[in-house]
């Protein structure tokens, strides 16, 4: 059981908008931890895709976003393309553990 | 080019001992904290640990307290987990991973090192 919950899977087709959620509490992103979100390609390392809830590393396309209220936290993916087909983890840390905290994450598929 | 290279994993027996190191190069390591990730074969991700920049603070999951340290060598730009008492609930693929202070996420992945604890 992830601290950080986020729904096993989403699905899209081509060109279209979906969004990720993920769930925290008052002693993670609702104490005012920032939330960050990992895209992990099949058979690969995570990598960075948001971070500070809405900021992008160099590289990667704005298509991708972020938001946070309240205890959770959201990623959006516009224009959706077949090579977007990964796992999506959103992250932060947790006062009450005293550590960094990951989501279960989330399966896109592009159909 | 900015990298982490991971090192060390393989095949131990429970309750066995094994240490992993990862390789930095491109940046400067000694400005950065470091975290050490795993993931279970189809599992998500799970944080393991973290060091501060300078080594002066340590964190560990509750998971591995008690039976892995980790540590890091400045000077030769490399990061440690010694794991010891390692059980099955361990097998996993471990990724070293740089903090950055400005972003405050895990900016920077290795490709991994895959640890098996069966007998």
């Known amino acids: 059981q992830s601290v950080l919950t986020q729904p096993p899977s989403v699905s899209g087709a081509p060109g279209q908008r979906v969004t990720f959620s993920c769930t925290g509490s008052s002693s993670n992103i609702g104490a005012g931890y920032e939330a960050h979100w990992y895209q992990q390609l099949p058979g690969t390392a995570p990598k960075l895709l948001i971070y500070?809830?809405?900021n992008r590393p160099s590289g990667v396309p704005d298509r991708f976003s972020g938001s946070k209220s309240g205890t959770s936290a959201s990623l959006t993916i516009t224009g959706l393309q077949a090579e977007d087909e990964a796992n999506y983890y959103c992250q932060s840390y947790d006062s009450s553990l005293s550590g960094w905290v990951f989501g279960g994450g989330t399966k896109l598929t592009v159909l | 080019q900015v990298r982490l290279l991971e090192s060390g994993g393989g095949v131990v027996q429970p309750g066995g001992s094994l240490r992993l190191s990862c390789a930095a190069s491109?940046?400067?390591?000694?400005?950065?904290?470091m975290h050490w990730v795993r993931q279970a074969p189809g599992k998500g991700l799970e944080w393991v640990s973290f060091?501060?920049?300078?080594?002066?603070?340590?964190y560990y999951a509750d998971s591995v307290t008690g039976r892995f340290t980790i540590s890091r060598d400045n000077s030769n730009n490399t990061l440690y987990l010694q794991m010891n008492g390692l059980r099955a609930e361990d097998t996993a693929v471990y990724y070293c991973a740089s903090y950055s202070y400005v972003s405050d996420a895990f900016d920077i992945w290795g490709q991994g090192t895959l640890v098996t604890v069966s007998s």
């Open positions: 060091i501060r920049y300078d080594g002066s603070k340590k």
């Open positions: 491109g940046f400067t390591f000694s400005t950065y904290g």
């Open positions: 500070g809830t809405n």
